[in-house]
């Protein structure tokens, strides 16, 4: 597992446990964890994206 995995599977993580607190709260956590990467890789320029995409390939194809 991924570093970038294990930190969105905390946030989620958090958010639940938030969620007894605060619903709201929790809500804006879970949405920020899921957010926040999607935005960093749609502000990619599209050859960073093919890059990364490559990148991932390689790894998936050594694994």
């Known amino acids: 597992m ?3 995995v294990k930190w969105g599977i905390a946030g989620v993580v958090i958010g639940l446990i938030l ?3 605060n619903p ?5 956590v ?3 964890a899921i957010a926040i990467p999607a935005i960093a890789y749609a502000m990619l ?6 890059r ?3 990148v991932r390939q390689r790894k998936q ?3």
């Open 2 to 4: 991924t570093p970038h």
């Open 19 to 21: 969620f007894i607190i």
């Open 24 to 28: 709201w709260l929790a809500i804006g």
């Open 30 to 32: 879970i949405a920020a």
């Open 45 to 50: 320029s599209p050859s960073q994206r093919q």
């Open 52 to 54: 990364l995409r490559r």
């Open 61 to 63: 194809i050594g694994s």
